[in-house]
């Protein structure tokens, strides 16, 4: 993807490939608290503290998830803010395995969240606060996913490139 011209943080802005001046991009601003809030979310359910929940386990999981869905863009995000200082050391936590499981089955069928697969989770010690900010974080994702595929659909039927 070319570099853009688009804040640095805005992370659904690059992994859209919207810049100032595009058509979508000024779109995407006609509710700037949305886009605010949604990058103010990112934020936070990566950089929060949470007991159990290491941002680096966090950021494993985001990028887990975007690459099971196919949206490299922002995969990439994800894992390149894994490969700063962020989780560089980092190593993955015993329970990473159960949370890469558990964000696959809320992806792929949200049905199965249920109360068993919360089970394995909580074999791996993962608390209650870390398990809901987890679920937050996968939702969050889904979210992502869809008005970035969203964005990129609209920019191809206008002839542009998704």
Do not use: W
Request: aromatic letters at 4%; proline letters at 7%.
């Amino acid at each position: 993807m070319p570099a853009l011209d688009v804040p640095e943080n805005d992370v659904i802005d690059r992994a859209a490939g919207l810049a100032p001046g595009d058509a979508l991009h000024t779109a995407r601003r006609f509710r700037a608290k949305v886009v605010e809030a949604t990058q103010a979310s990112h934020d936070a359910l990566l950089e929060q503290p949470v007991g159990g929940l290491a941002t680096a386990d966090r950021l494993r999981v985001a990028a887990h998830v975007c690459t099971m869905a196919g949206a490299a863009s922002l995969a990439q995000h994800y894992e390149a803010r894994l490969a700063t200082d962020v989780g560089r050391d980092a190593p993955p936590s015993p329970a990473l395995p159960a949370m890469l499981l558990f964000a696959a089955a809320l992806t792929t069928d949200p049905r199965l969240g249920d109360r068993a697969a919360l089970e394995p989770l909580r074999r791996a010690g993962l608390g209650d606060a870390a398990i809901v900010a987890l679920a937050q974080l996968i939702a969050f994702l889904s979210y992502q996913l869809r008005v970035v595929a969203g964005l990129k659909a609209m920019r191809a039927s206008q002839g542009g490139k998704p």
